[in-house]
């Protein structure tokens, strides 16, 4: 995993990187930069200092610190030398930069009016590793499918943040796309228009409006763009069969949803929820759920082992009720 | 004979002189204009078209005379370096290379210098500022330089000559 973000560190960085145990390097997710501080990573769920010589400790006293000349470089790196070119991407703290990695930064806002402009004076960073597993919804899309119609149900994936859901819609997208929902065996049906709303850039991975990740053949990617909008814009002009968003939690996004649904298209959304009661306490979830705009719901959980799924697909009339027809919980990837 | 030869050469030499030393006072003012320009190009690209610093330096270049094309592309082609170095590194590097090549002076390098080390690591309000206080110096550094050219042009040319028949008058 580190070689896919090497590109984006400064040598001396890579090099202390580079000088951690391989079983680590495979697994890592995250690496926390925070000038003049310890260097952090995380890495299978997990999360420790680096020293210089690449051990990893629990404690930060002996861990690696780097210098403000280095983070200053780096922030060059990441940027392209051009940090002014960047300030949409610095009003939302962060950056998603080519092969869908993402990286948060932290330090000193600049206000205008009231509403943050940007982030001068950067001191932090988070350098997210995007994967991409093709195959991890794989087992999950039969549960999904609608035969009836051809095409898959709505479906909200709902887990905590860090757990694979975005990776999960992604390779939900691209399945689709292939026309590879009709379930197991190989099967292939025709494909089926997908319309992504990638507001944080992270589902597809778009770089100047051309995925870097494969989200599939027929899909169209509307990036960087406010959900609830995108939803609308996708519906009036691209026709889509299925319309993927990431992290919807707002009423308008909610509205937006509504409008999709009954227009005919299944929508496949993410939302920030431990399960399906923990969504139901969310007032614009809330409604959704009840309303029956979604008929099949997604539980990812991280576990030792790997991720794991529970599809739960609640009859008509059942909505308000807690569902009842639960599949068996199987390892995702 | 072989006194004659030597005495055509020491003034040929020293007219040669006279006249490059005023050709460099022509060409810095000439030379500070262009670099006018090309700030001026730059704070579009950054300004207006949001071009990362890169390829607004390619741009630049493009519509730059030598020497300072060659400058330019390289600060820009420095930055993929095996060093990873910061913007500041590669353009004082860049600067560094090809300044023999240009008739200006330190002022000038003094502040494209300075300018080099808050390109690109600020708000496009910031970057435009910092261009438009470079472009501002270097203003001045050419009004100084016309002055400079006007008054010590023909001193230039006609002393070359003087002093190589000084030397000559010396010798024989």
């Not at chain 1, 029956?292 to 576990?303: C, P, S, V, W």
């Not at chain 2, 390619?58 to 060093?83: C, F, G, S, V, Y």
């Not at chain 2, 560094?96 to 210098?113: F, Q, T, V």
Request: net charge neutral; hydrophobic share 40%.
């Amino acid at each position: 995993m580190l070689e896919r973000v090497t590109h984006l560190l400064p040598p001396e960085m890579a090099a202390v990187l580079g000088r951690l145990p391989d079983g680590v390097k495979d697994r890592l997710e995250e690496i926390r930069v925070r000038e003049g501080r310890p260097l952090e990573i995380g890495f299978g769920g997990e999360s420790r200092f680096a020293g210089e010589d690449g051990s990893l400790r629990h404690t930060p006293e002996q861990a690696y610190r780097p210098s403000s000349e280095l983070c200053r470089k780096m922030l060059e790196r990441m940027t392209n030398h051009s940090l002014y070119a960047m300030e949409e991407e610095l009003r939302r703290g962060y950056i998603t930069v080519s092969g869908g990695h993402r990286i948060g930064l932290c330090g000193r806002t600049v206000l205008e009016r009231g509403a943050v402009r940007g982030i001068r004076d950067i001191g932090g960073f988070n350098i997210r590793i995007a994967r991409e597993v093709v195959g991890a919804a794989d087992g999950l899309l039969p549960q999904l499918a609608d035969r009836t119609r051809g095409t898959i149900v709505s479906t909200l994936v709902l887990a905590p943040p860090q757990q694979g859901k975005t990776t999960l819609i992604r390779d939900l997208a691209r399945s689709i796309s292939y026309g590879l929902y009709a379930g197991s065996g190989g099967m292939r049906r025709e494909g089926r228009k997908v319309a992504i709303v990638d507001e944080r850039s992270e589902i597809a991975a778009c770089v100047r409006g051309v995925p870097t990740f494969d989200v599939g053949p027929r899909t169209d990617v509307m990036d960087a763009c406010p959900k609830a909008e995108g939803m609308m814009m996708m519906l009036r002009s691209m026709s889509p069969d299925v319309l993927v968003v990431d992290e919807i939690g707002h009423a308008e996004d909610a509205a937006a949803l509504r409008e999709a649904v009954h227009a005919g298209v299944s929508v496949i959304a993410t939302a920030h929820a431990r399960d399906l009661q923990d969504a139901r306490d969310r007032p614009a979830l809330r409604e959704l759920i009840e309303e029956g705009a979604f008929a099949a719901f997604i539980e990812l959980r991280r576990t030792a082992e790997g991720f794991r799924s529970r599809v739960l697909r609640p009859g008509p009339g059942a909505l308000a009720r807690e569902p009842t027809a639960l599949q068996p919980e199987r390892p995702l990837c | 004979m072989l006194k004659l030869i030597g005495a055509a050469l020491i003034l040929f030499a020293g007219t040669m002189i006279g006249f490059q030393q005023a050709a460099r006072l022509a060409a810095r003012p000439r030379h500070i204009r262009t670099l006018l320009h090309t700030l001026q190009r730059l704070e579009t690209e950054i300004g207006y078209g949001y071009t990362p610093l890169p390829e607004a330096l390619e741009r630049a270049a493009e519509h730059t005379p030598e020497p300072l094309a060659a400058m330019l592309k390289e600060a820009a082609k420095r930055l993929d370096d095996a060093d990873g170095p910061s913007f500041r590194e590669s353009w004082s590097r860049a600067i560094e290379g090809h300044w023999a090549n240009s008739a200006m002076r330190s002022p000038e390098k003094a502040a494209l210098i300075r300018l080099g080390s808050s390109l690109g690591i600020s708000d496009r309000e910031d970057q435009v500022k910092h261009l438009r206080l470079a472009m501002q110096q270097l203003k001045a550094e050419e009004d100084a330089a016309r002055d400079d050219q006007e008054r010590y042009e023909k001193l230039c040319k006609s002393l070359g000559v003087l002093v190589a028949a000084l030397i000559v008058i010396l010798i024989v």
